[in-house]
């Protein structure tokens, strides 16, 4: 079974940056479709920002030129830079390892993210 791990969340000011970490257990990282969502209290969860396997990555219109996705198949992790950070950006930041065969789909556990003065 792969475990996700979360971390970096926390309280920042308007207009400050953060930066979110996805480690994933094992050495198959590589082969995973990796994800980052979030979930503000009453909506539902939405992917914010993805990387395929092959490096390819994709945005939600919301966070295009403010948020970067990375990977670092070496060290088992993925990153989620958040810059130019917005109240509406608040929320709980939840990262997604997936794959088609052997099909995988696990979730961290979540950390928060609060955009606030």
């Known amino acids: 079974q792969v475990q996700v791990v979360e971390s970096g969340g926390g309280l920042v000011q308007p207009g400050g940056s953060l930066k979110l970490s996805c480690t994933v257990s094992?050495?198959?990282?590589?082969?995973?479709?990796m994800g980052w969502y979030r979930q503000a209290p009453g909506n539902q969860r939405e992917l914010v920002a993805g990387?395929?396997?092959?490096?390819?990555?994709n945005y939600v219109d919301s966070v295009k030129g403010r948020f970067t996705i990375s990977r670092d198949n070496a060290k088992n992790t993925v990153y989620l830079q958040m810059n130019s950070l917005k109240p509406e950006d608040t929320a709980v930041y939840y990262c997604?390892?997936?794959?088609?065969?052997?099909?995988?789909?696990?979730w961290g556990q979540g950390t928060q993210v609060t955009v606030s003065s």
């Open positions: 997604n390892a997936a794959r088609t065969w052997p099909r995988i789909n696990s």
């Open positions: 094992g050495n198959m990282i590589r082969l995973y479709d």
């Open positions: 990387i395929g396997s092959d490096g390819n990555a």
